[in-house]
């Protein structure tokens, strides 16, 4: 089923849920970790590593997808030559190598030595970002879930989709919130603007959207 106008799609399957700014945030992240995964794997092709070490890195890679190289291994005193060849005692060299090369490369020339996962992903991920940079507001709109703490002097910190991104909010906008039960949105603005002495302007109730402190009605 396709979404109605003017709201997202719910679901790019490459890239998860995009139904929200925070999951399209994550959409994103998940596509320049692919676009990093592939420009690591040219970089060990144009750096000339031996194919039997590239074997080894992929197998240990198989084995533990998550395991990052130890500082030991990385200033020494883990030597692991069978994972680095002939840059075994030229670690920081090839790391420097490897940023050279790819500092040097366009956008284009960056997809270009991508696979055609990366530039399927880069389609959509277009797609999550014009979203995110999208003006529209949903015709109807509830209060998000979000903690509130206090931060005196008439102000308050929301926390919504990240610890690490809160937002800060007069106490009267806090309290304007409630207003939006699903009814019509430019109804419920309509009725702030009769009765609240600090009106919600367009752009304000957008970076609410965005922050998912209100969002799109069930």
Known sequence: MSAAPG?????????????????RRAGILSWLSAVERDLAHWCLLDLDVESDVIDRVFERREVNPREDLRAGELDGHEDRAD????????????YRACAARIEALSPSEVLARCSPKAWLMTKLVQS???????????????????????LGKGR??????????PLDLPQEVIAMLARFDGRPTAEVLAEIEREEALPLDEELVR????????????
């Open 7 to 23: 709201e997202p799609p719910r679901r790019l399957r490459s890239l998860g849920d995009l139904s929200t700014p925070a999951a």
């Open 207 to 218: 970076l609410l959207v965005d922050f998912e402190v209100l969002v799109a009605a069930r």
């Open 83 to 94: 994972l680095w060849g002939t840059w075994a005692p030229r670690k920081e060299e090839f």
């Open 128 to 150: 999550a970002h014009a979203m995110l940079r999208s003006k529209e507001i949903p015709e109807r709109l509830e209060a998000g879930q979000v903690q509130l703490v206090a």
């Open 156 to 165: 308050c910190q929301v926390v919504t989709y990240n610890p690490y991104d």
